[in-house]
C-alpha cells in the first residue's frame, strides 16, 4: 500500500465513502460561530453601559447635593440678620422668593429652639433635604435652614442618558453583529467546504480534495485531510486491485473445480458403465453356475465368487446413487404407505448378518402410516441400519418409530464406538470414514464412505430432516422424521404370504449388444422357465417381432446398443409394429449401467422402470414380475 505522504491533492479516481446524516451545514456554523463572537461583545457592552449609567447617577446626584448644599449656605447668610433683628415677615417674603427662583420644593427657617419662623409651604415631605445652621454676628448659632428638593432635573437627565447610552449600544451591536457573521464566514467556510467534500450530495457519494485556503490550523486541517484523501484513494485503488485478483483466482478454481467434476463424471461414467458390463455379466453366469451344481466344493467356490460380485455390486451402487442424486435424474414418488412393511424389509435383510457378526437386531413393530418415498426411504434406511452394524463390534441394533406433531420419527440407534463431536458434520462428505474398533468379518468390505453421503442428499431430496446424536464408547443415533399419512394404523391380521415370484412361461425379448450379458440372460431366463429370444440391437429385435405374431410379455432392453442406438429407440420401434397390428403396449425394462446426467434425465422423463448393472438374479425377476403387474393394472 502507498505509503501516507500530505501534499498536493491526488488526482487519482474518487474514493468511496459512506453516507452520513447532513443537516444546514453552513447556517447552521456561521451561526454558532457569530452567536460564539457575539456573546463577549454584548455582555461587555451591557456591563460598560450599567456601571457607566451608575456612576452617572452618582455624579449627578452629588452635583444636586453640592448645588444645594451652597444654597442653603448662601441663604443662611442672607437670613441671618433678618433672624436678628426679628424681621419674620421680610423673612417669609425672601424665602419664597428663593423657592421660586432656585425651584425649590420647600425652604424652612427655624429658629435655635427648632420653632418654624418661616415656611415656602411647597412640596412638603420632598426626598432630598439639606440642611445649614445661621449663626449671628458673634459667630453663635441662631438658627436652622432646611432646604427640600426633588430632584426632577437630575431624574431627567438621567433618562436622557439612558436613551443615549441603549441608542450606543443598539450601534454597537449592530456592528458587532455585522462584523461577528464576516468573520465567521470566513473562518467556517473551509470547515464547511471540508463537511461538503467528506458527505457530498447526491448518488456518488465519494470523496475529493478541497482547496488550501485557510490560515494556521485550518490550512492544516484542509491539508491534512487532501492528505487522507490521497491515502484513501491509494488504498481504494490497492484493494480493487487485490478483489481484482482474488476474483481471477478464483474464476481458476471454479474453473478447476469445474474440471475436476467434469473428470469425475467420466469416471464414473467409465467405471458404471464400461466395467459394469463384464461384471453384469459375471452376475449373470455365476448365478447360472449354481443349476443343477451338487459339489459342494464347486459350490462353496461359487458362494466365493458371488460374495466378491456382490461387494462389487455394492460398491457400483454406491457410486451411482451419488451420481443420479447429482444428476438430478432421481425424482420422488409421494405415496401413503405403512411403516411396519418397510420395518420388516430391513429386518429381513440385515437379521442374517447381524446375527453372523453377534449382534442383535431389534426393529419395534408400529402401526404408523407415512407419506413419503418408499424406495427412497427404503434406501436411507438400509444404509443407516447397514453403517450400524458394520461399525458395532457388541450389543445391537434398534430400530423404532414414534409420532410427533404430525410427523413420524423414525429412529436407528446403535451400541457402536461412537463418533467424535468434530466429525459429526464429515461423516455426510463423500468417501469419509470415521475410525472404527469394530472388527470386519471375513468376506465382509468396510464400503467407500459413500452410504450416509447418499442418505444426506436422499433425505435433502425428500425435504425429510436428518439428526445425529452420539457418545463416545456407548453408541450413535440417527433420527429422521417423515409426514405421517392420513391412515394411522395398519390393517388387522396377519399379513397375506406374498405368492412366489413364478416367471414361468414368459414371453422375453432381450436386448443387449455384449454377447456374454446377452448369452446370460438367456440361461438364466431359460433356467426360469421363460420363452426367450436375443437380439443385439434394433435390426435383430425387429427380426425377432415379426417372427412372433404376437408382443413378447416383456421387453428387457440395454440402454446403450452398438451404433450409438438407444435401447428407448427399439423399444419405440417395437411399439410402433405391435400397434400397428392391432396389439396393446407390452411390459419394458430397461437395463443400464449409464451415469451420464443427460441419459439418466432421459430414462427418467420416459418414465420406463429402470435396473442398473450388475443386477442380481433377484431384482431381476422381481422387476420383471413387478413391471407386468403393473401393466396388466393398468390395461
Known amino acids: 500500500m502507498s505509503a501516507i505522504v500530505p501534499g498536493e491533492p491526488s488526482s487519482s479516481p474518487e474514493c468511496p465513502v459512506l453516507p452520513m446524516r447532513r443537516g444546514d451545514t453552513r447556517g447552521g456554523l456561521v451561526r454558532t460561530l457569530a452567536r460564539l463572537a457575539l456573546l463577549p461583545a454584548i455582555v461587555v457592552g451591557l456591563s460598560l453601559a450599567a456601571v457607566m449609567h451608575g456612576m452617572q447617577y452618582r455624579e449627578l446626584q452629588r452635583i444636586g447635593e453640592d448645588g444645594d448644599l451652597a444654597l442653603a449656605g448662601q441663604a443662611a447668610v442672607a437670613v441671618a440678620t433678618m433672624l436678628e433683628r426679628g424681621d419674620h415677615d421680610r423673612l417669609r417674603l425672601r424665602m419664597a422668593g428663593m423657592s421660586q427662583r432656585h425651584g425649590l420644593a420647600r425652604i424652612v427657617v427655624m429658629d435655635a429652639d427648632g420653632a418654624v419662623l418661616a415656611d415656602s409651604g411647597i412640596g412638603a415631605g420632598s426626598a432630598y433635604q439639606t440642611q445649614a445652621e445661621i449663626a449671628g454676628v458673634d459667630g453663635r448659632r441662631i438658627g436652622t435652614l432646611r432646604i427640600e428638593n426633588e430632584r426632577r432635573p437630575i431624574a431627567a437627565a438621567q433618562r436622557s442618558s439612558l436613551f ?51 490560515k494556521d490550523e485550518v490550512r492544516q486541517l484542509q491539508e491534512g485531510f487532501n492528505a487522507t484523501v490521497a491515502a484513501l ?192 458434520q464429515r461423516v455426510f462428505e463423500e468417501f469419509f470414514q470415521g475410525h472404527s474398533h469394530a472388527p470386519v468379518p471375513p468376506g465382509e468390505r468396510r464400503g467407500l464412505g459413500l452410504g450416509l453421503a447418499t442418505v444426506q442428499r436422499l433425505c435433502a431430496l425428500l425435504d425429510v430432516p436428518i439428526a445425529l446424536k452420539s457418545r463416545l464408547g456407548r453408541g450413535t443415533l440417527f433420527a429422521i422424521e417423515v409426514p405421517a399419512a392420513a391412515r394411522v394404523a395398519c390393517h388387522e391380521g396377519d399379513p397375506t404370504p406374498e405368492p412366489p415370484l413364478d416367471v414361468t412361461g414368459l414371453r422375453v425379448l432381450a436386448i443387449d449388444d455384449e454377447p456374454a450379458i446377452l448369452e446370460g440372460l438367456r440361461i438364466l431366463m431359460e433356467s426360469w422357465g421363460c420363452i426367450v429370444a436375443t437380439a443385439a440391437d434394433g435390426v435383430e429385435a425387429m427380426r425377432v417381432a415379426r417372427s412372433w405374431p404376437i408382443p413378447p410379455d416383456i421387453v428387457v432392453s440395454d440402454l446403450q446398443l452398438g451404433g450409438g442406438r438407444s435401447g428407448l429407440d427399439v423399444i419405440r420401434a417395437l411399439q410402433g409394429h405391435y400397434r400397428g397390428k392391432g396389439f396393446g403396449d407390452f411390459a419394458r425394462l430397461l437395463i443400464t449401467g449409464e451415469t451420464k446426467h443427460e441419459r439418466l434425465r432421459e430414462i427418467s422423463a420416459a418414465r420406463i422402470p429402470v435396473l442398473y448393472k450388475p443386477v442380481t438374479p433377484e431384482q431381476l425377476r422381481e422387476a420383471m414380475m413387478a413391471t407386468i403387474a403393473v401393466r396388466q393394472v393398468a390395461a
Request: charged residues 25%; positive net charge.
Open 164 to 214: 443615549t447610552s441603549v441608542a450606543l449600544l443598539l450601534l454597537l451591536f449592530s456592528v458587532a453583529t455585522a462584523i461577528a457573521w464576516r468573520a465567521a464566514g470566513r473562518i467556517g467556510r473551509p470547515i464547511i467546504e471540508l463537511a461538503g467534500a467528506i458527505a457530498p450530495r447526491g448518488s456518488g457519494r465519494v470523496l475529493r480534495p478541497v482547496a488550501v485556503t485557510g
Open 233 to 424: 484513494q491509494d488504498s481504494s485503488r490497492y484493494m480493487q486491485r487485490q478483489i481484482e485478483r482474488a476474483t481471477l483466482e478464483l474464476e481458476r478454481k471454479n474453473a478447476a473445480l469445474e474440471t475436476a467434476n467434469q473428470a469425475r463424471a467420466r469416471f464414473l461414467a467409465a467405471a458404471s458403465h464400461d466395467l459394469r458390463q463384464p461384471l453384469s455379466a459375471l452376475t449373470l453366469f455365476s448365478s447360472a453356475l449354481t443349476l443343477g451344481e451338487k459339489d459342494p466344493v464347486r459350490l462353496s467356490r461359487i458362494n466365493h465368487i458371488q460374495e466378491c460380485v456382490d461387494s462389487l455390486d455394492h460398491l457400483f451402487n454406491s457410486l451411482l446413487d451419488l451420481s443420479r442424486l447429482e444428476a438430478g435424474a432421481m425424482q420422488p414418488a409421494i405415496g401413503e404407505f405403512a411403516l411396519d412393511g418397510l420395518f420388516d424389509e430391513v429386518s429381513r435383510t440385515f437379521r442374517m448378518g447381524a446375527e453372523q457378526r453377534g449382534l442383535r437386531l431389534i426393529v419395534r413393530k408400529t402401526d404408523a402410516w407415512v407419506r413419503c418415498d418408499r424406495v427412497m426411504l427404503s434406501r436411507i434406511l438400509n444404509n443407516l441400519v447397514c453403517n450400524a452394524i458394520r461399525y458395532t463390534a457388541e450389543g445391537g441394533v434398534l430400530i423404532a418409530a414414534r409420532c410427533r406433531a404430525g410427523r413420524i420419527r423414525i429412529d436407528v440407534w446403535d451400541t457402536g464406538p461412537g463418533i467424535p463431536p468434530e466429525q459429526h
